[in-house]
């Protein structure tokens, strides 16, 4: 039988940078298991705390109880937006979340994966930016590198792996484009 190619004892921690001491991560585990993932109403205190720990946190942004964030450091969020419960913002790199965007129930933002090409199956991180507008819809999923253009919609439980036109509608795993987003303002355009 062949041996597996796979050596995850060859795996390279060393390499990553997690963007602040390993002391004020441990810190920010129990503060976020504490108070920010916690049932406890209120989006003030989630707002203050990632603040504290270095998120750039705009205006009127509401926070949901039983959000993750990995790294608050590597997190910025524009004003006006929603983020909903059970929301898992996995950064290992920066994730951006323009303003007047909805990130809705247990949707996963993810920036990072693992090389299956390489023995040691490298570490692989790349950022995801939100464009104003856009609404990631409950349980779907956003993967490493995803830009999602301005007013642009993934669909319920859909994947996204590509970037997001904007103001279009993406559904399906992967997500394809499945028509355009009409806004308020189109519409009453051509009343």
Not at 4 to 33: H, M, N, Q
Not at 98 to 106: D, E, F, K, N, R
Not at 155 to 169: C, K, N
Request: net charge positive; glycine share 8%; proline share 6%.
């Amino acid at each position: 039988m062949k041996p597996p190619d796979l050596r995850l004892d060859t795996y390279d921690r060393k390499s990553f940078d997690r963007g602040r001491p390993r002391w004020i991560e441990a810190l920010w585990l129990v503060v976020e298991c504490l108070l920010v993932s916690s049932p406890l109403p209120g989006a003030a205190h989630r707002r203050w705390l990632l603040r504290l720990f270095g998120a750039r946190i705009g205006k009127g942004v509401d926070i949901k109880p039983r959000v993750r964030i990995k790294f608050p450091w590597k997190l910025t969020v524009g004003d006006d937006s929603w983020i909903g419960e059970s929301v898992w913002i996995d950064n290992l790199a920066d994730v951006k979340i323009g303003s007047h965007c909805c990130i809705s129930q247990a949707a996963y933002l993810c920036t990072g994966s693992h090389d299956w090409s390489k023995p040691g199956f490298d570490l692989i991180t790349a950022p995801i930016d939100i464009e104003d507008g856009s609404w990631i819809c409950a349980r779907s999923i956003v993967g490493p590198g995803v830009a999602t253009g301005e007013g642009s919609v993934l669909a319920l439980g859909s994947v996204a792996t590509r970037d997001l036109t904007p103001w279009s509608v993406y559904s399906g795993v992967p997500a394809v484009r499945i028509k355009t987003r009409s806004t308020l303002a189109t519409a009453t355009d051509h009343a």
